[in-house]
């Protein structure tokens, strides 16, 4: 009865249930993309470049005559999944390095001082540089984000593991020899929930913002790979002739992100019992 209850106050707020909205119907068309959006993202059809939107084309072509709605939904797809990706790697290994840091003295300084010496970078100029090594590969532009974003979890995952830590019924747990292991997956971990899907949803978000920027600067996912931020990168020479090559891949960029960033500020106030109370 709890989670019902729970995602009743979440939907309470507007603004939280039209984000909700907007990235069920993004989400419903990537997954439906084939049935959707029949076209091929990738024909190209040269006498139809940048033709406006019309019937035949919803959102009209771009440089190359591909049918701009086609390759938007199609490349919701690989948008999605590389901040999905993203997210899904950076929770894991940022929790536990943040278990690990938190819950053993010995070993919190060293693991805190990489974690700040990797923080201490700008997110994209540690991306840029890590795909630089790596190579511009989607697998590798998912693991370049993915060592972006670990730290941040890392550092929020530590500061709520040490508070944890300290705890009666963890020590309670300790003192009747209960294994480490078992009390950090079932005594600690459940815990620290809260502030991990928090970090979910932002990361999320980030992750679509920051393959968007790679891509833009040309360090990102190979151009074939009709993700939002190749399109922006790809079109934005012919923006002043035809501004719908950019305008439309650029708003499913801002739709996604804010609704994102919207819907984590909804979860974080609801499971913050100081900031519960205003909901």
């Known amino acids: 009865m709890q989670l019902p209850r729970t995602l009743r106050q979440l939907m309470h707020r507007r603004i939280v249930l039209v984000s909700a909205i907007v990235l069920l119907i993004i989400t419903v068309l990537a997954l439906a993309a ?42 919701a797809r690989y948008s999605l999944a590389i901040a999905a990706l993203t997210a899904l790697g950076s929770v894991v290994a940022g929790t536990l390095l943040g278990l690990v840091a938190g819950f053993f003295k010995k070993l919190d300084t060293p693991l805190m001082r990489v974690v700040d010496a990797m923080m201490s970078f700008p997110d994209i100029l540690l991306a840029i540089a890590l795909v630089a090594i790596l190579g511009p590969t989607l697998l590798n532009v998912v693991l370049a984000l993915v060592l972006v ?5 890392a550092r929020v995952v530590r500061a709520s593991t040490l508070v944890v830590r300290e705890l009666l019924f963890v020590e309670a747990v300790r003192a009747l020899g209960v294994r480490t292991s078992r009390i950090l997956w079932r005594h600690i971990l459940p815990n620290l929930m809260s502030p991990i899907l928090v970090q979910v949803s932002f990361i999320f978000a980030y992750a679509i913002l920051a393959e ?62 100081k900031l519960k109370k205003t909901l």
């Open 34 to 75: 084939p049935w959707v959006a029949s076209a091929d993202p990738n024909d190209t059809a040269v006498l139809e470049r940048l033709k406006g939107p019309s019937a035949a084309h919803l959102m009209g072509t771009d440089e190359l005559g591909r049918d701009l709605y086609a390759r938007i939904v199609h490349g």
């Open 149 to 153: 974003y670990t730290p941040r979890v």
């Open 212 to 273: 968007a920027g790679l891509s833009f600067l040309g360090v990102g996912v190979p151009p074939e790979i009709p993700t939002w931020g190749t399109m922006v990168a790809g079109s934005q020479q012919y923006a002043h002739q035809a501004f719908w090559v950019v305008l439309f891949p650029g708003l499913a960029i801002i739709f996604t992100a804010l609704s994102l960033q919207l819907l984590g500020d909804g979860v974080r106030d609801l499971l913050d019992p």
